[in-house]
C-alpha cells in the first residue's frame, strides 16, 4: 500500500476546512458506500425478525436465525481472495477494488429479492439460505469498503471518512430497518394482500443498494490498488500461491503481536451485552402491545437523530480522551441502555416511553460503535494487511450476533424479560476486566504511540 498523499499536518485549519472536507468527492463516495454496507445487515437480521414475529413463527426459531449472520464472522477466512485475486472481465474495466464492490452489490441485490420472496411458514429454510446469501454478500461488499477507504482517503480526509462512514452506515441500517418495517406497514393499509406485503418491502430495500452501486462507479480506484495490480503482474507463482501468501502473511502479523489473544477475546466481547440485547429488542416491543408503525416511526424520527448525535458524540469523545478511557466510557454506556428496556417493560405502552428508550439505546449504542471502529482501526497498523486483518477483527466482534445471539430465543423464555435484559448487561463484565488488564500491560499506551498492538 502507498503512503497516503498528504501525510503531514496542515497548519492554520478553519472550522470551516473541517465542515468542507465532507463534501470531497472522495470522502462523499465513502458515505455512499457505508450506506451500501449498512443496508443489509437488518435485512437478514432485525427486519427479518420482524417479520417472523409478524407472520407468527416460533421465538426460538427467530432466535436460531440469527445464525445466518455466521458469514460476518467468518469473512476473513475469503478475505485474503479479495486481496489476492481479480474479478473476470469487471476488474479490466474498473480496477481490482471497484470490480469487487459491483460485483459483491449486484449479488446482494439478487439476493435480498430472493429473501424476500420465501415463505416463513412454508419454508423457513429457504428463509434461512437466503439470509445467508444476504450475509455473505454483504460482509464482501464490507471487506472491500474497508480496503478501499483505507487505501482512497489521504491522511487529512481519514477521520471525516470513517465519521461520515459510520453515519451513513447508521442510515442504511436504518432504512432497511424501520424504514423496510414502516414501508410493510404502510402497505398494509393500501390493502395489499398480506403474502406479497414482505416481498414488495424486500424488493425495495434491494433497489436501495443502487446507492452504493454508484457510489461504486463514480469512485476513483486507488493508486495503491493499481500499483499493487501492475506489481502482480511481475510476480511469481499461481494464485493459490499468491493468496496463501497473503492470509498466512496477514494471520502471522497479528498473531505474533503483544497480548494478541487477549486483544482478541477483548475483540468478541465488547459489544456482546448489545448484540444480545438487540437481538430481542423488536420482539419484545411487539410483545408489549405496540404496533410496527409506531415503533418504525420512533425508530427512524428521533432514533434517527439520537443515532446521529451518538455518532458525532463518539467521535468527540475518542478525538479528546485516550483510547482506554474512552472505550470505558462505550462499555458503561452500552450497560446501561440495555436496562432501559427492564424499565420500558413496566410502563403503560405510550408513545413517550418508547422514545425514551430508543433514544436511549441509539445515542449508547453510536458512541460504543464509533469508538470501537476507532479501537479496531488503530489495531491495524501494518498497510499491507489491513483488509484482511480489519475483516478478521470485525469478523470476530460480529461473533456477539451470531453464535452468541442465537439462543436469546431461549433465554427469553426461560428468564422472561426483564431478567434477560438485565443479564445481556452483566455480559459486559468480562470485556470489563480485559480491558483492566489490557490498560496494565500498556496496550492502549502502544496503539497510541503507533507501536502497534
Same mark, same amino acid.
Request: glycine share 10%; charged share 10%; with cysteine.
Given at each position: 500500500?502507498?503512503?497516503?498523499?498528504?501525510?503531514?499536518?496542515?497548519?492554520?485549519?478553519?472550522?470551516?476546512?473541517?465542515?468542507?472536507?465532507?463534501? &470531497?468527492?472522495?470522502?462523499?463516495?465513502?458515505?455512499?458506500?457505508?450506506?451500501?454496507?449498512?443496508?443489509?445487515?437488518?435485512?437478514?437480521?432485525?427486519?427479518?425478525?420482524?417479520?417472523?414475529?409478524?407472520?407468527?413463527?416460533?421465538?426460538?426459531?427467530?432466535?436460531?436465525?440469527?445464525?445466518?449472520?455466521?458469514?460476518?464472522?467468518?469473512?476473513?477466512?475469503?478475505?485474503?481472495?479479495?486481496?489476492?485475486?481479480?474479478?473476470?472481465?469487471?476488474?479490466?474495466?474498473?480496477?481490482?477494488?471497484?470490480?469487487?464492490?459491483?460485483?459483491?452489490?449486484?449479488?446482494?441485490?439478487?439476493?435480498?429479492?430472493?429473501?424476500?420472496?420465501?415463505?416463513?411458514?412454508?419454508?423457513? +429454510?429457504?428463509?434461512?439460505?437466503?439470509?445467508?446469501?444476504?450475509?455473505?454478500?454483504?460482509?464482501?461488499?464490507?471487506?472491500?469498503?474497508?480496503?478501499? &477507504?483505507?487505501?482512497?482517503?489521504?491522511?487529512?480526509?481519514?477521520?471525516?471518512?470513517?465519521?461520515?462512514?459510520?453515519?451513513?452506515?447508521?442510515?442504511?441500517?436504518?432504512?432497511?430497518?424501520?424504514?423496510?418495517?414502516?414501508?410493510?406497514?404502510?402497505?398494509?393499509?393500501?390493502?395489499?394482500?398480506?403474502?406479497?406485503? +414482505?416481498?414488495?418491502?424486500?424488493?425495495?430495500?434491494?433497489?436501495?443498494?443502487?446507492?452504493?452501486?454508484?457510489?461504486?462507479?463514480?469512485?476513483?480506484?486507488?493508486?495503491?490498488?493499481?500499483?499493487?495490480?501492475?506489481?502482480?503482474?511481475?510476480?511469481?507463482?499461481?494464485?493459490?500461491?499468491?493468496?496463501?501468501? @497473503?492470509?498466512?502473511?496477514?494471520?502471522?502479523?497479528?498473531?505474533?503481536?503483544?497480548?494478541?489473544?487477549?486483544?482478541?477475546?477483548?475483540?468478541?466481547?465488547?459489544?456482546? =451485552?448489545?448484540?444480545?440485547?438487540?437481538?430481542?429488542?423488536?420482539?419484545?416491543?411487539?410483545?408489549?402491545?405496540?404496533?410496527?408503525?409506531?415503533?418504525?416511526?420512533?425508530?427512524?424520527?428521533?432514533?434517527?437523530?439520537?443515532?446521529?448525535?451518538?455518532?458525532?458524540?463518539?467521535?468527540?469523545?475518542?478525538?479528546?480522551?485516550?483510547?482506554?478511557?474512552?472505550?470505558?466510557?462505550?462499555?458503561?454506556?452500552?450497560?446501561?441502555?440495555?436496562?432501559?428496556?427492564?424499565?420500558?417493560?413496566?410502563?403503560?405502552?405510550?408513545?413517550?416511553?418508547?422514545?425514551?428508550?430508543?433514544?436511549?439505546?441509539?445515542?449508547?449504542?453510536?458512541?460504543?460503535?464509533?469508538?470501537?471502529?476507532?479501537?479496531?482501526?488503530?489495531? =491495524?497498523?501494518?498497510?499491507?494487511?489491513?483488509?484482511?486483518?480489519?475483516?478478521?477483527?470485525?469478523?470476530?466482534?460480529?461473533?456477539?450476533?451470531?453464535?452468541?445471539?442465537?439462543?436469546?430465543?431461549?433465554?427469553?423464555?426461560?428468564?422472561?424479560?426483564?431478567?434477560?435484559?438485565?443479564?445481556?448487561?452483566? @455480559?459486559?463484565?468480562?470485556?470489563?476486566?480485559?480491558?483492566?488488564?489490557?490498560? &496494565?500491560?500498556?496496550?492502549?499506551?502502544?496503539?497510541?504511540?503507533?507501536?502497534?498492538?
Amino acid at each position: 500500500m502507498s503512503a497516503p498523499t498528504q501525510s503531514e499536518p496542515q497548519p492554520g485549519r478553519s472550522y470551516l476546512d473541517a465542515l468542507t472536507v465532507y463534501l &470531497r468527492p472522495s470522502v462523499l463516495v465513502i458515505m455512499l458506500l457505508g450506506f451500501s454496507s449498512g443496508l443489509p445487515l437488518a435485512l437478514s437480521g432485525e427486519t427479518l425478525r420482524v417479520w417472523m414475529a409478524d407472520s407468527g413463527v416460533d421465538l426460538g426459531t427467530i432466535g436460531l436465525l440469527s445464525l445466518a449472520g455466521l458469514p460476518y464472522t467468518l469473512k476473513f477466512l475469503w478475505a485474503p481472495v479479495v486481496d489476492a485475486w481479480q474479478v473476470p472481465f469487471l476488474s479490466r474495466h474498473f480496477g481490482r477494488r471497484r470490480a469487487w464492490l459491483i460485483a459483491s452489490q449486484l449479488v446482494l441485490m439478487a439476493a435480498i429479492v430472493f429473501l424476500g420472496t420465501r415463505d416463513p411458514i412454508s419454508a423457513p +429454510w429457504m428463509i434461512g439460505l437466503g439470509a445467508v446469501i444476504v450475509a455473505m454478500a454483504s460482509a464482501t461488499q464490507d471487506i472491500v469498503v474497508d480496503a478501499y &477507504r483505507v487505501q482512497a482517503l489521504p491522511t487529512d480526509e481519514q477521520a471525516a471518512g470513517m465519521a461520515g462512514y459510520v453515519a451513513a452506515y447508521r442510515i442504511g441500517m436504518l432504512a432497511s430497518g424501520a424504514g423496510v418495517i414502516g414501508f410493510s406497514a404502510w402497505l398494509e393499509t393500501q390493502g395489499i394482500p398480506t403474502a406479497s406485503v +414482505w416481498p414488495l418491502a424486500y424488493a425495495a430495500a434491494a433497489l436501495l443498494v443502487l446507492v452504493g452501486l454508484f457510489g461504486s462507479i463514480v469512485a476513483r480506484e486507488p493508486q495503491s490498488a493499481r500499483d499493487l495490480a501492475a506489481a502482480e503482474q511481475d510476480k511469481e507463482g499461481s494464485p493459490i500461491y499468491r493468496l496463501f501468501e @497473503t492470509a498466512r502473511g496477514a494471520f502471522a502479523d497479528f498473531l505474533t503481536s503483544d497480548a494478541a489473544l487477549a486483544v482478541l477475546a477483548f475483540v468478541i466481547l465488547f459489544k456482546l =451485552c448489545d448484540a444480545l440485547a438487540g437481538t430481542m429488542t423488536a420482539p419484545f416491543v411487539l410483545s408489549l402491545g405496540y404496533s410496527k408503525a409506531t415503533y418504525a416511526a420512533i425508530v427512524k424520527g428521533v432514533g434517527l437523530a439520537a443515532l446521529l448525535a451518538g455518532g458525532f458524540a463518539g467521535g468527540a469523545v475518542a478525538r479528546a480522551l485516550p483510547l482506554s478511557t474512552a472505550l470505558w466510557i462505550a462499555a458503561f454506556l452500552q450497560m446501561g441502555s440495555n436496562l432501559v428496556f427492564v424499565w420500558l417493560g413496566y410502563q403503560t405502552p405510550s408513545a413517550g416511553a418508547l422514545t425514551v428508550a430508543i433514544v436511549v439505546e441509539n445515542f449508547a449504542g453510536a458512541i460504543g460503535t464509533v469508538i470501537f471502529v476507532a479501537y479496531l482501526s488503530a489495531l =491495524c497498523r501494518n498497510p499491507l494487511h489491513t483488509a484482511t486483518q480489519y475483516a478478521l477483527l470485525t469478523a470476530l466482534a460480529s461473533t456477539g450476533r451470531t453464535f452468541f445471539a442465537s439462543g436469546t430465543g431461549y433465554m427469553v423464555k426461560l428468564l422472561d424479560w426483564p431478567l434477560f435484559f438485565i443479564a445481556t448487561s452483566l @455480559t459486559a463484565l468480562p470485556a470489563l476486566m480485559l480491558l483492566v488488564w489490557l490498560q &496494565r500491560r500498556g496496550h492502549f499506551r502502544s496503539l497510541e504511540n503507533g507501536n502497534g498492538s
